[in-house]
């Protein structure tokens, strides 16, 4: 039984930090710029898959789930109705004591989401045969009127570890990225792939706990224009991030995507800004790495029968401390055609992976070292009438206590050099870096 109300104003991860529980599973993800935030925490149902069937899994339990639902309420409001949110690894089996499964999806009990100046929240039960309905009303009417009302904890009876700074005491990493990307760009020489990305793993130890909603409270005001999303496996691990990059959107039939890729840093003031642009704008070397992203999202979705539209040439898009070359790609989304089915044959594209995608994943794995386990993986969100919204897991951090695992790749070509690709890494992790030890 899912139950859609529209509410009053109400900020979507001030909730979640409200009621926020180690011990139980959440999902939210923002979009700062655009007035759209979403949250969903403890579980009515859930479902894990593995192996390459794993979205065509995924989507055999959202149909199920479907079929035996009851919806009422105000499912046609924005975000209303019952929402299935989901994770798929970058590799489609996950490693021995992963934190998160290849892939995963729920319905969370209850889900809070703005749209511009709408808040709908979400009641979702699981009635089994035997169920006391009169228990399950009365916990149905006691949130109706919490979220009428909904009284925010204020600072003194936050958990402490919301409002205190977690100073870092120690970072490692393992192995040495110039000399992995050396070898890459010698393996490419040799014909093995044209591109590869390569990432690194910094693992931090800090003072205190570090919780996953104060470092995305620091993430939402400084990436407006990014996905800033947690998602908690209920075991205590949260993998988190800011996300510039949407894999893939499907609302009113129409499926949007995008190619980016190719980076440079951001300048000090206006000019050195539209200087270093125009640098990436008259760079072979990234001009090629993002045609080849914009190549590959053509020849995985035109099998499926979308006419997609895009311009010629890439725009440059500008985050906080970034630069890249981004093309925006959209088409109707034949009928027979799902979401899911789109995602599938999208992810990951050569800008998370490489090309050609098999040769590249193959060696990602060897060259890096370490497994990826959410980092450049597929996170979103599924409602009942076949829309939704997924973003690629980059610019991110596994939090799990005291401890985080940070996240930041860089792709390599034919012409890469690993200082440079070091660079382009280290500019990456300052972000993150700097939100989980903000003051």
Same mark, same amino acid.
């Given at each position: 039984?899912?139950?859609?109300?529209?509410?009053?104003?109400?900020?979507?991860?001030?909730?979640?930090?409200?009621?926020?529980?180690?011990?139980?599973?959440?999902?939210?993800?923002?979009?700062?710029?655009?007035?759209?935030?979403?949250?969903?925490?403890?579980?009515?149902?859930?479902?894990?898959?593995?192996?390459?069937?794993?979205?065509?899994?995924?989507?055999?339990?959202?149909?199920? $789930?479907?079929?035996?639902?009851?919806?009422?309420?105000?499912?046609?409001?924005?975000?209303?109705?019952?929402?299935?949110?989901?994770?798929?690894?970058?590799?489609?089996?996950?490693?021995?004591?992963?934190?998160?499964?290849?892939?995963?999806?729920?319905?969370?009990?209850?889900?809070?989401?703005?749209?511009?100046?709408?808040? $709908?929240?979400?009641?979702?039960?699981?009635?089994?045969?035997?169920?006391?309905?009169?228990?399950?009303?009365?916990?149905?009417?006691?949130?109706?009127?919490?979220?009428?009302?909904?009284?925010?904890?204020?600072?003194?009876?936050?958990?402490?570890?919301?409002?205190?700074?977690?100073?870092?005491?120690?970072?490692?990493?393992?192995?040495?990225?110039?000399?992995?990307?050396?070898?890459?760009?010698?393996?490419?020489?040799?014909?093995? &792939?044209?591109?590869?990305?390569?990432?690194?793993?910094?693992?931090?130890?800090?003072?205190?706990?570090?919780?996953?909603?104060?470092?995305?409270?620091?993430?939402?005001?400084? &990436?407006?224009?990014?996905?800033?999303?947690?998602?908690?496996?209920?075991?205590?691990?949260? !993998?988190?991030?800011?996300?510039?990059?949407?894999?893939?959107?499907?609302?009113?039939?129409?499926?949007?995507?995008?190619?980016?890729?190719?980076?440079?840093?951001?300048?000090?003031?206006?000019?050195?800004?539209?200087?270093?642009?125009?640098?990436?704008?008259?760079?072979?070397?990234?001009?090629?790495?993002?045609?080849?992203?914009?190549?590959?999202?053509?020849?995985?979705?035109?099998?499926?029968?979308?006419?997609?539209?895009?311009?010629?040439?890439?725009?440059?898009?500008?985050?906080?401390?970034?630069?890249?070359?981004?093309?925006?790609?959209?088409?109707?989304?034949?009928?027979?055609?799902?979401?899911?089915?789109?995602?599938?044959?999208?992810?990951?594209?050569?800008?998370?992976?490489?090309?050609?995608?098999?040769?590249?994943?193959?060696?990602?794995?060897?060259?890096?070292? !370490?497994?990826?386990?959410?980092?450049?993986?597929?996170?979103?969100?599924?409602?009942?009438?076949?829309?939704?919204?997924?973003?690629?897991?980059?610019?991110?951090?596994?939090?799990?206590?005291?401890?985080?695992?940070?996240?930041?790749?860089?792709?390599?070509?034919?012409?890469? $050099?690993?200082?440079?690709?070091?660079?382009?890494?280290?500019?990456?992790?300052?972000?993150?870096?700097?939100?989980?030890?903000?003051?």
């Amino acid at each position: 039984m899912s139950i859609s109300l529209a509410v009053d104003a109400l900020d979507p991860l001030a909730v979640l930090e409200s009621i926020f529980e180690s011990g139980e599973p959440h999902f939210y993800a923002e979009r700062p710029g655009i007035e759209s935030a979403v949250a969903g925490a403890e579980v009515a149902v859930a479902g894990e898959a593995r192996g390459p069937d794993r979205f065509a899994a995924v989507q055999r339990f959202i149909d199920d $789930t479907l079929a035996h639902t009851i919806a009422v309420g105000d499912v046609n409001a924005p975000f209303g109705g019952p929402h299935f949110f989901a994770a798929f690894g970058f590799q489609g089996e996950s490693e021995a004591g992963a934190a998160f499964p290849a892939a995963t999806v729920f319905v969370p009990r209850w889900q809070v989401a703005r749209a511009g100046a709408t808040t $709908t929240a979400v009641a979702n039960l699981l009635v089994a045969p035997d169920a006391e309905l009169e228990t399950l009303v009365e916990r149905v009417w006691r949130a109706h009127g919490k979220f009428r009302s909904f009284r925010y904890r204020d600072n003194a009876e936050a958990d402490p570890v919301v409002t205190e700074t977690a100073t870092q005491v120690a970072t490692t990493e393992a192995g040495d990225y110039r000399s992995t990307v050396a070898r890459a760009v010698e393996r490419i020489g040799q014909g093995e &792939f044209k591109k590869i990305v390569l990432a690194r793993a910094k693992d931090l130890t800090a003072t205190r706990p570090l919780h996953p909603l104060r470092v995305l409270n620091g993430l939402r005001q400084r &990436f407006t224009d990014c996905y800033s999303f947690s998602f908690a496996n209920g075991r205590g691990q949260s !993998f988190i991030g800011a996300s510039p990059e949407r894999l893939v959107r499907v609302s009113k039939g129409v499926l949007e995507t995008e190619a980016l890729a190719g980076s440079i840093r951001r300048g000090a003031g206006a000019s050195e800004d539209a200087a270093l642009a125009a640098a990436l704008l008259a760079s072979e070397k990234d001009i090629r790495e993002q045609r080849e992203v914009l190549d590959d999202i053509v020849a995985r979705l035109t099998p499926l029968g979308l006419d997609l539209e895009f311009s010629p040439r890439p725009q440059v898009r500008r985050l906080a401390n970034v630069q890249h070359l981004h093309t925006p790609v959209r088409a109707a989304l034949p009928e027979k055609v799902r979401l899911l089915d789109a995602l599938a044959a999208l992810h990951p594209t050569p800008a998370v992976g490489g090309s050609p995608r098999e040769a590249a994943m193959a060696a990602i794995r060897e060259l890096e070292g !370490f497994p990826r386990g959410l980092y450049a993986g597929a996170l979103g969100w599924l409602n009942a009438r076949g829309g939704g919204e997924f973003f690629v897991g980059i610019r991110s951090a596994e939090i799990d206590g005291r401890k985080a695992r940070v996240f930041a790749g860089a792709g390599i070509v034919a012409g890469s $050099t690993p200082d440079k690709e070091f660079a382009e890494t280290e500019l990456k992790f300052k972000a993150m870096l700097e939100a989980l030890l903000a003051p």
